[in-house]
């Protein structure tokens, strides 16, 4: 089993996919400002489209070089996690945190709290 996601970037952002068995990891790196909204909403559109292709069981977000993200990228997340927690069999999403970047743990809290059953935040 292979993903057909590929690693996507756009100047100070990216985000790199890696397949381990049943779960997906996304390594997310850089800046998610203006310049990468549409990037990700694109990209979140094809993590959903494969991970129901493969059967996927849990999408890991992993946070810990991420190091800003504007309110309109989190935008791009609440829209997946939204057509995730529909689906009759969700899968789930992780988000991995690094610890001394708080704004990250406040901010996935809020996305948490869309999904209780589909969405974990861990510290890094």
């Known amino acids: 089993m292979s993903t057909e996601l590929v690693a996507a970037a756009v100047s100070g952002f990216s985000c790199a996919p890696e397949l381990a068995g049943q779960k997906l990891l996304l390594t997310f790196e850089g800046t998610g400002d203006v310049g990468a909204i549409e990037l990700l909403s694109d990209y979140l559109k094809q993590v959903h489209g494969e991970a129901q292709?493969?059967?996927?069981t849990e999408v890991r977000c992993d946070f810990r070089k991420l190091t800003f993200m504007n309110s309109s990228c989190f935008k791009s997340f609440v829209v997946w996690i939204d057509r995730v927690k529909n689906?009759?069999?969700?899968?789930?999403?992780?988000?991995?945190?690094?610890?001394?970047?708080?704004?990250?743990r406040r901010s996935l809290e809020a996305l948490r709290r869309l999904a209780t059953t589909v969405v974990v935040v861990e510290g890094g």
Request: net charge positive; hydrophobic share 35%; charged share 15%.
């Open 87 to 104: 689906l009759p069999q969700p899968y789930q999403i992780r988000f991995v945190t690094e610890p001394s970047m708080q704004w990250q």
């Open 53 to 56: 292709r493969l059967g996927i």
